[in-house]
């Protein structure tokens, strides 16, 4: 059976330990500094296992040796934004939190794929990169796929479709700067661009780029966690089960779409091997000088990294 670490036991790591067990893709370990947290949470999924029937283990440990040997290694650890935060406020708080979670986890699993998950997601991916030395194949970040999940909603909002009609495309910065893609954005193959006005599809994209803001106001003590917990097990079962989807991620980038040495969603094959390819769409000027823009926002936060 696969192993999959969780580094984090609050919300999304949680949800995301819960959707994975669910699938029963992996045995879970859930590791968390707070005392009891992972323990409690673990137990509890396990309670859970007879009613929907999946057969994984959750263990719940403040201890890395249980993370030993793991395939897949997910890092939530570190603070969720409040009301009239940026995911940029974060920063100084979780880079240190990164810098010592990667260390630990990478003693423990040396050989495993690690995703990042923790905000502001390109640069504490980049960070972890930085520290880590690990190939940049083995080392990611979940953003792409929770934004892509949002343009989806928001497109079947306006439309009245359903989700699985719906192929969406959002990508670049985990943030303010996000970008998305409404010519590659399809219902049913067709492009939203052809099915909505100019200003629905305007509205549609900032629904969500302000989607996790959004959330955030609503529950006023934390940010989003079922979505961005169901997108982490959507990434660990695409690399677990070695399907060579094509998805959003926040991938390093060496080059194409004339980027280089940075951390940003960008379409990305996932298989067993991590990354396995960065896919290059065929863009018009616009869309490639939006992409670049929003690779230039990464990069001001890049700038804020503390040495
Ligand atoms: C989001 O909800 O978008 C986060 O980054 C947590």
């Known amino acids: 059976m696969a192993k999959v670490t969780i580094v984090g036991a ?22 968390d500094v707070a005392e009891g947290l992972p323990q409690g949470k ?3 999924m396990m309670h859970m296992r007879s009613v929907e029937k999946f057969t994984v283990n959750v263990t719940g440990t403040n201890d890395y040796e249980a993370t030993k040997d793991s395939d897949v290694v997910v890092i939530t650890a570190g603070i969720a934004r409040k009301p009239g935060m940026t995911r940029e406020d974060l920063l100084g708080v979780n880079a240190g939190i990164m810098s010592s979670v990667i260390d630990a986890a990478l003693e423990a699993s040396p050989n495993a794929v690690y995703i990042c998950v923790t905000n ?22 979940m953003g792409g796929v929770l934004d892509s999940s949002r343009l989806s909603f928001a497109v079947c909002e306006k439309l009245g479709c359903m989700p699985e009609d719906v192929v969406a495309w959002a990508l670049g910065a985990h943030g303010e700067g996000m970008v998305c893609w409404p010519r590659f954005t399809t219902v049913q193959g067709t492009p939203i661009t052809e099915l909505m006005s100019e200003d629905d599809v305007e509205a ?42 094509v998805m959003s991620v926040c991938s390093y980038i060496d080059g194409q779409y004339g980027i280089d040495d940075l951390y940003m969603n960008i379409p990305t094959r996932l298989g067993k091997n991590g990354v396995e390819e960065i896919v290059e769409f065929d863009l018009t000027d616009e869309e490639l000088a939006a992409l670049r823009a929003s690779a230039e926002s990464v990069r001001a936060g890049l700038a804020n990294l503390p040495e």
Do not use: C, F, Q, W
Request: glycine content about 8%; charged content about 20%.
């Open 10 to 31: 609050g919300n999304v790591g949680a949800t995301a330990a819960h959707i994975i067990a669910s699938k029963n893709l992996a045995d879970v370990v859930l590791v």
């Open 42 to 44: 673990a137990l509890d």
């Open 120 to 141: 502001p997601l390109d640069v504490m991916t980049y960070l972890a990169y930085k520290k880590s030395g690990l190939p940049t194949n083995r080392l990611m970040g």
């Open 204 to 245: 549609v994209v900032e629904r969500t780029v302000k989607g996790g803001a959004e959330v955030v106001a609503h529950l006023k003590t934390g940010s989003a966690y079922y979505a961005p917990g169901a997108s982490i097990a959507k990434m660990v079962e695409a690399i677990l089960t070695d399907s060579k989807e």
